[in-house]
């Protein structure tokens, strides 16, 4: 199959940003998109551990950033372009799920008119709550959410909240950035509230570095939930009062029914 480059910029001279998706990690679930923007690049911004997933090439000019610093490198990504260059900003999963395209956006709406007419592209990848629940069969197969379970850009109490009314609407979530060195605590709060909202048999699935070689995949129930059970490369699925087990060996199927009985 031939990728058709949908990113090729109107003026052959001039700069453009694309916003891409790198995915959860293996190079296959790299879209073709993706990888004719990266190849036709002169620049690739972005977060170091992302930026190091982009083979060296001659001609590339990669720009690691730290974590947090996300305006700065959105700005950077904008001004490189506005000098002609051919900038490809990189997230893992999705760009524009808890990553760099609001980021980018942002830095527009606030930032140098000229930079409003600069060609600006977004190419999305596979978002980790989608690889996760493919492993396990289809969690995800009727209504969920995904939270961002990190409270650096908003308070805890708007975190507790939605999941308040994500379990009492009986959506299936995604809980992303669950846990991290900075924020150790605040994922055993999320288990402590759920417990008191969802009976212990709910399912919950730990997906870690999902396919990446250190892939791991946990499968329990609420009741035996532990918060080290989850890290920042941890996407944490938590069921619907609906979603069932299917018992199998090594691993049983999780999925949730299409349909819920008035
Ligand atoms: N834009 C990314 C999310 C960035 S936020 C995406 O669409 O996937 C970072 C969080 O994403 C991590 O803390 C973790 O919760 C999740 N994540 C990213 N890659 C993952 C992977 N390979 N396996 C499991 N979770 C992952």
Not at 143 to 171: G, H, Q, T, Y
Request: contains cysteine; neutral net charge.
């Amino acid at each position: 199959m031939t990728a058709t480059p949908q990113h090729a910029p109107p003026q052959a001279a001039g700069g453009w940003v694309v916003i891409a998706g790198l995915g959860p990690g293996d190079e296959a679930l790299v879209t073709p998109e993706v990888a004719a923007a990266i190849a036709d690049a002169t620049d690739v911004v972005g977060y170091l551990p992302y930026v190091r997933r982009v083979a060296d090439r001659p001609g590339l000019r990669r720009h690691e950033s730290d974590n947090r610093v996300e305006i700065e490198r959105a700005r950077h990504a904008l001004s490189l372009a506005a000098e002609g260059g051919r900038v490809v900003v990189v997230s893992s999963g999705d760009p524009g799920v808890f990553a760099m395209a609001s980021a980018v956006f942002e830095a527009v709406e606030h930032g140098l008119p000229g930079w409003r007419t600069l060609d600006i592209r977004v190419l999305p990848g596979v978002t980790a709550m989608l690889a996760a629940a493919a492993r396990v069969g289809a969690p995800l197969g009727h209504d969920f959410c995904a939270i961002n379970l990190s409270d650096n850009l908003k308070p805890w109490s708007l975190v507790e909240r939605r999941l308040r009314l994500a379990v009492e609407a009986d959506f299936a979530m995604a809980l992303y950035n669950p846990r991290s060195k900075a924020r150790p605590d605040g994922f055993g709060q999320a288990l402590a509230l759920l417990r008191t909202l969802c009976k212990p048999a709910r399912l919950l699935v730990f997906a870690r570095a999902v396919s990446t070689p250190e892939e791991a995949i946990q499968i329990v129930p609420l009741a035996q939930a532990e918060p080290e059970m989850a890290d920042m490369r941890t996407v944490v699925l938590v069921g619907a009062a609906t979603t069932r087990l299917i018992p199998r060996d090594p691993r049983p199927f999780v999925y949730t029914p299409r349909s819920v009985s008035a």
